[in-house]
């Protein structure tokens, strides 16, 4: 046989190869574009559904608390943001067949209060017609609670602000871990205090999810979706980033996505829910206090949480605009 004999017979057996990986290639080209597209839907639905938290809020009602993280949230907002985020990006904001067949893939969403957390999630029941309906509805609010053996309990937050009950003298105390005069062996200690609070949230959150979730397959196996639904594998650093403020986190599963599918979650809220710190300082021998963004030169005395701690001190507000 000459040599452009096998040399067809050569490309005629390696042909084949190369299409196939060549249109894998492209398959799985398209797949990462769509997976990026769904990742920055997310995110920006979530982001959204963060800033939403404050709309409406009447902070007068939190300040007294002169802790930065105490805001009362509006969840219900930052829920109809995040759908509307996410049906824009998803492009079916105009078809409500669509965004039911969406919201099949998304399990839960969490909003993480100051003091606890609310799960946005399917629930069947009945109607004031007799009829059984299933819609997304929000469950009551989870508290941090904690237990200890002796039958003190602690209500977290959080940061270190608490509300404990004494078993052996049984009484009620509220304050940041460090005002309260009680016998709780936990309050004692700072750093153990630290990684019981933290670990508590992220148990409950966890717990609440997984029963969440589990309920979610049970609904969604009704609608002709086979994809089971999990509790999906979060960092440590991830769980303990959403205790650090609050916020909210959606979780979105089994999207078809050519051999595989989408999952992944989303937290937004600890980036953008920051207050600014209250700065006292003595200008002309006069007490003023002033947001940190402002760049006063005058020498720092105290800093606040809130503008009506520094003004509790006798401190008197200085507005940015008078910067010399």
Request: charged letters at 20%; aromatic letters at 12%.
């Amino acid at each position: 046989m000459k040599i452009i004999n096998w040399a067809i017979v050569g490309v005629l057996i390696l042909l084949p190869f190369y299409v196939i990986n060549r249109a894998d290639t492209a398959t799985q080209r398209r797949m990462m574009i769509t997976e990026l597209r769904y990742d920055a839907a997310l995110d920006t639905a979530v982001d959204d559904a963060a800033r939403a938290l404050l709309i409406n809020v009447n902070e007068q009602q939190e300040a007294r608390y002169e802790s930065a993280k105490r805001v009362r949230v509006n969840k219900e907002e930052a829920i109809d943001t995040f759908y509307r985020t996410l049906y824009m990006n998803f492009g079916v904001a105009e078809d409500p067949i669509a965004q039911g067949v969406l919201n099949r893939y998304i399990p839960a969403v969490i909003v993480i209060g100051y003091d606890g957390f609310w799960v946005y999630a399917e629930e069947e029941f009945t109607n004031a017609a007799g009829e059984t309906e299933m819609r997304p509805v929000w469950g009551p609010k989870k508290p941090y609670a904690y237990a200890d053996a002796q039958g003190n309990s602690l209500s977290f937050t959080l940061d270190d602000y608490v509300i404990a009950y004494e078993a052996g003298s049984r009484t009620w105390q509220e304050g940041f871990r460090s005002e309260i005069q009680s016998s709780i062996p936990l309050l004692h200690n700072a750093e153990l205090f630290e990684q019981v609070r933290r670990s508590r949230i992220v148990n409950a959150i966890q717990n609440e999810l997984a029963y969440r979730i589990n309920r979610h397959n049970q609904y969604a196996s009704r609608n002709g979706i086979s994809y089971t639904f999990t509790l999906p594998t979060i960092s440590e650093e991830g769980w303990n980033n959403t205790v650090n403020d609050i916020g909210v986190m959606a979780f979105v599963q089994g999207i078809p996505m050519g051999r595989k599918t989408y999952n992944n979650y989303a937290l937004g809220g600890s980036r953008v829910l920051k207050k600014p710190i209250i700065l006292g300082a003595v200008k002309d021998g006069r007490k003023v206090y002033y947001r940190n963004t402002c760049a006063f030169p005058y020498p720092v005395e105290e800093t606040f949480a809130s503008e009506k701690a520094a003004a509790q001190k006798g401190y008197m507000p200085l507005s940015c605009s008078n910067h010399p």
